[in-house]
């Protein structure tokens, strides 16, 4: 991949739906993750001075914070924190009394944890319709093709600039940008629970994505894993159906 041509075409694709939209700039979420951060780099270069990175901390590793907080002086672009830790516990008490009997653990817990990016989603459009923002996600390829995003969470956004890019792609972009090292090697996490990873997650390498995505080749278990995934979570990338009334 030529980093440069790409990141030129993804500077003037920004520029150009900012243009059409009659927006004033962009948001962005900042976990202190790759995908993130050459995010906000991109928006930064679309719309300098237009550009507000929030940091939306949900019980997370500080060291989270920290990275993202870096990435934003790094980029000079404003932030703001917005612990959503509060908001959430609230939320998860609430829903106590309506749980069902014998609920499964493990099922509890995906679906907790996915109250986080759905309050991130809030978090970012309440910042963006007060300054006529446009929303950047920051979902890479191989999240976009395996549906390894939350539904009305991180899937929630106005524009994705990274949805063409496998995770090797969006590292090279990010080396070109100039980020920290730190960030372009961090281990990719939604960050939903302690210890969490996108490949222990996926039970796929980003390598191993990344070869199938951009050849189509790959190991047969492999092949089938990601197009099981992709088969699973084709609702995630359509508008809700609707049926047609007839009159």
Known sequence: MDAAKVCTQLIRWLEAQLQQS???????GLSGGLDSAVTAALAQRAAPGHVLGLVMPCHSDPA???????????????????DLGPVYDAL???FQATLPPGVDPDRLRVVQANIKP??????LYHAAG???YLVLGTDNRAEVYTGYFTKYGDGGADLLPLA????GEVRALG???????????????AGLWADQSDEAEMGLSYEALDRYLLTGEGDPEVVA???????????????????????
């Open 22 to 28: 009659g927006a004033r700039g962009f948001v962005v």
């Open 64 to 82: 989270d914070q920290a990275h993202a907080v870096q990435v934003a002086h790094q980029l000079g672009i404003e932030y703001q924190v917005i």
């Open 92 to 94: 998860v008490e609430r």
């Open 118 to 123: 759905r309050l991130r989603m809030l978090t």
């Open 130 to 132: 007060l300054r006529g």
């Open 164 to 167: 063409d890019l496998v995770k």
């Open 175 to 189: 080396r070109y940008l100039g980020l920290p090292e730190a960030i372009l090697q961090r281990t990719p996490s």
């Open 225 to 247: 894993r990601i197009e099981a995934l992709h088969r699973a979570t084709e609702h995630k990338r359509r508008l809700p159906p609707w049926p047609v009334v007839a009159r």
